[in-house]
């Protein structure tokens, strides 16, 4: 699984807070499946 990581979202936001999630997943994109790029 080159150039890409998994990651839970509950460990992001806990070690790095919610503000600076939302900030760094505002510019996430998944070329190989478009449906994934969209959080609610």
Known sequence: M???S???L???IE???E???KERLS???C???KD???FY
């Open 2 to 4: 080159q150039g890409f």
């Open 15 to 17: 070690q790095i807070g």
């Open 27 to 29: 510019n996430f994109s």
């Open 36 to 38: 994934v790029e969209y």
């Open 19 to 21: 503000p600076e999630t």
């Open 31 to 33: 070329p190989l499946n």
């Open 10 to 12: 509950k460990s992001m």
């Open 6 to 8: 998994i990651i839970n």
